[in-house]
């Protein structure tokens, strides 16, 4: 059983940044491909971005790419989530999930994952 734990989220000012991180529970979290979701209230759920078991692999969503990037530090068992240039888009319940599929990331969006965190609300608004 893994346990993941988001945080980091608040209020921000459009232009501005937010770090979030995922951190698991388990010493085993380097066997784990790790993914970013979001979703806003009566929407779909939204794939963000998807990093592998060792960080030589990310994938980003559209919406992400040139202004997200994700990283992990598996000794501190986190994963992290470095958004600027945020955009009222962004607000969301962002969520993290975990997967220990081969090749999970490659499609991370169709893909059931493993485990899942609690979410963390992040609201772009001046």
């Known amino acids: 059983q893994v346990q993941l734990v988001e945080s980091g989220g608040g209020l921000v000012q459009p232009g501005g940044s937010l770090r979030l991180s995922c951190t698991g529970s388990t010493f085993t979290f380097n066997y784990y491909h790790i993914s970013w979701f979001r979703q806003v209230p009566g929407k779909e759920r939204e794939g963000v971005s998807c990093?592998?078991?060792?960080?030589?692999?990310?994938n980003y969503a559209d919406s992400a790419k040139g202004r997200f990037t994700i990283s992990r530090d598996n000794i501190r068992s986190t994963v992290y989530l470095q958004m600027d240039n945020l955009e009222p888009e962004d607000t969301a319940v962002y969520y993290c999930?975990?997967?220990?599929?081969?090749?999970?990331?490659?499609?991370?969006?169709?893909?059931?994952?493993?485990?899942w965190g609690q979410g963390t609300q992040v609201t772009v608004s001046s």
């Open positions: 990093i592998n078991v060792d960080g030589g692999s990310t």
């Open positions: 999930a975990a997967s220990g599929t081969e090749e999970y990331c490659s499609d991370y969006e169709f893909q059931p994952a493993y485990y």
